[in-house]
Structure formats: C-alpha cells, structure tokens
C-alpha cells in the first residue's frame, strides 16, 4: 500500500530546531522527486524545498534558505527537513510530497508550531 507518513512536529520556542520525517512506502522511493510543502488555513499550499532523485539536487523557499536542510535516505526510503533558527511564521502543517512525471502523492501532514 503506498504511504507517506510524516513525523517529527510538534511546538517549539522561536528559535529553535526540529526534524521532520517521511517514511515511504508501497512506491520505488529513489526515482522519485521529493518535497516538502507547508499550509496554513485560508492560504495556498507552498514549496518548501526540494530535492531531486537522482544527484540529489536541491532547492528551497527564499524565507527558508540558510535555515532549512532537505535531505533523503534512499536506503531507508525517507526524506527528511531540518528545520533551525524556527520563526512564528514557520509555523505550518506540513506535508510530504513525491512527483514522479505524471504521478504525484501526498502524505497527512504533521503540525509545526513555533510560539514562545
């Protein structure tokens, strides 16, 4: 059964770090694309980061740069995004997300909070 399955949110101070997960599966996780996106209520899902299947190229939101990493373990069918330096306006649920041509999946999306 294909799954993308995120974990790692949670609340966290301005400031600070986390590590988001996501665990595929029921799909050949190397060949694809994969991203990570945020939402918040009333406003359109965006690109966090990305990084591409095969060198591992990667590319990331201008409010993120310098802040946040994307990286992916193929033998563990996972990518990944460290989040440091978190802002308010960080705060988001965020989903994984796997493009292959014309196939796309999402995962549930895991809640970041930043707030003092």
């Known amino acids: 059964q294909l799954q993308l399955v995120e974990s790692g949110g949670g609340l966290v101070q301005p400031g600070g770090s986390l590590r988001l997960s996501c665990a595929a599966a029921g799909f050949t996780f190397s060949i694809y694309d994969m991203a990570w996106y945020r939402q918040v209520p009333g406003k359109e899902r965006e690109l966090v980061a990305r990084?591409?299947?095969?060198?591992?190229?990667?590319n990331y939101a201008d409010s993120v740069k310098g802040r946040f990493t994307i990286s992916r373990d193929n033998a563990k069918n996972t990518v990944y995004l460290q989040m440091n330096s978190l802002k308010p306006d960080d705060t988001a649920v965020y989903f994984c997300?796997?493009?292959?041509?014309?196939?796309?999946?999402w995962g549930q999306g895991t809640q970041v909070t930043v707030s003092s």
């Open positions: 990084i591409t299947r095969s060198r591992g190229s990667t």
């Open positions: 997300y796997a493009e292959l041509r014309t196939k796309s999946y």
